[in-house]
Each structure stands twice: as C-alpha cells, then as structure tokens.
Antibody, heavy 121, light 109 residues
Framework: QVQLVESGGGLVKPGGSLRLSCAASGFTFSDYYMSWIRQAPGKGLEWVSYISSSGSTIYYADSVKGRFTISRDNAKNSLYLQMNSLRAEDTAVYYC??????????????WGQGTLVTVSS | SYVLTQPPSVSVAPGQTARITCGGNNIGSKSVHWYQQKPGQAPVLVVYDDSDRPSGIPERFSGSNSGNTATLTISRVEAGDEADYYCQVWDSSSDHPGVFGGGTKLTVL
C-alpha cells in the first residue's frame, strides 16, 4: 500500500533552518510528481512546492521562494524540503503529497500524516 | 496570483443535499479538484477534474464547473461527511501554480 512518512519537523528559532524528509513506499516513486503542502494551526491548506517525477521541473509558492528548496532522490524513494530563513509565519504542519496520475492537471491522491514545524524564539 | 473563494461554512440536515462553491476568475477553463479533511487527519481527494471521482469515493460526491464557479455537491448527506472541504486548481500560467481555496466547513445539523 502507498505510504508517505514525513520527518524532520520540530521547534526552530526565527532565521533558522530545517530539512524535512518524506519516505515513500508502496509505489514506483520515480513515476510520480510530488508536492509539499502546509497547514498553519487552525488555518487552511497552502501549496508550498512541486517537483516533477525526474526533478527537472520545480515550482514554489511566492511565500517561500528563495528560502525553501525542494529536491528528491529517486534511488532512495525520498522527497525533501530544505527550509532556510524560517519565519514565524512558516509555522505549520507540512504534508508530503503524491501527484495523481489520472488528473488533467496536478492533484494529490495520497498524503502523509504531516510533520509539525514551529518557528518561535 | 489566482484566487479561489469559498464560503467559510455550509450547514445541511442529514439526508439533504450540500453544495459547496468555489469561485475564481474564469474557473470554468481550469480543472478543479476537491479535498475532504476531517479533524486531525490528512486531506482526501474526493473529486478531480471538476467531476470525476477517485476509486473508493461514494457516488454521492459529484462536481461541476462553469463560468466563474465550481461546485462540489454531496447528496444524501451523512453525519460522517462533516469536514472541511477545499477546492484546488493548477494555474499553469503562473510561476507559482498551486492554489487552494480557503476551505469550507460543512456542518451536518
């Protein structure tokens, strides 16, 4: 069965860095585009970043561009999000999500359980 | 950047039909996806490409999209349908194409 397991969240001071990981299993990871999507406490979903199956195409939300870097290692079935210059407004649960192969435009059919990132002094 | 507007809340009695809207400029030209999120859980894709259902999603969930409004319709609403619902599009003309609506809390009375 498809599984996505995020790790790497925690408490970090403003201006600090964190690297999130997402371990994928139960499917051919290299066949799927992936995204990071976050949810601030009590708030809605916010798309953060996208990476194509090969890693050749990457997009970021304006709110994180220049500070966050998405990457993947298809040999290790893993997705990453390097987060630098963190701000209080980056506090959220971060979800790793698999692209849905059957949709005409990117959608997400499997999500991890999320990892909480808290940015506070 | 592209903006999706959802009503904050919708209430419906069990057995009735719930309609949740998602507004956006000429949204009818885009594919709209819908997610259900229950408290403490990750979102679940319930409708994709305006009106298609992933496997395992009941036929009670349907969607439509035209003009400036997309709609998620839940027929014969059950208590277990109470959740937050989010619409999502991919704005391929943008450098930051992923867009979610603000979410709608569905309350089953």
């Amino acid at each position: 069965q498809v599984q996505l397991v995020e790790s790497g969240g925690g408490l970090v001071k403003p201006g600090g860095s964190l690297r999130l990981s997402c371990a994928a299993s139960g499917f051919t990871f290299s066949d799927y585009y992936m995204s990071w999507i976050r949810q601030a406490p009590g708030k809605g979903l916010e798309w953060v970043s996208y990476i194509s199956s090969s890693g050749s195409t990457i997009y970021y939300a304006d709110s994180v561009k220049g500070r966050f870097t998405i990457s993947r290692d298809n040999a290790k079935n893993s997705l990453y999000l390097q987060m630098n210059s963190l701000r209080a407004e980056d506090t959220a649960v971060y979800y790793c999500a698999r692209g849905f192969a059957r949709s005409k435009s990117p959608a997400f059919d499997y999500w991890g359980q999320g990892t909480l990132v808290t940015v506070s002094s | 950047s592209y903006v999706l507007t959802q009503p904050p809340s919708v209430s419906v009695a069990p057995g009735q039909t719930a309609r949740i809207t998602c507004g956006g400029n000429n949204i009818g030209s885009k594919s709209v996806h819908w997610y259900q999120q229950k408290p403490g859980q990750a979102p679940v894709l319930v409708v994709y490409d305006d009106s298609d259902r992933p496997s395992g999603i009941p036929e009670r969930f349907s969607g439509s999209n035209s003009g400036n409004t997309a709609t998620l319709t839940i027929s014969r609403v059950e208590a277990g349908d109470e959740a937050d619902y989010y619409c999502q599009v991919w704005d391929s003309s943008s450098d930051h194409p992923g867009v979610f609506g603000g979410g709608t809390k569905l309350t089953v009375l």
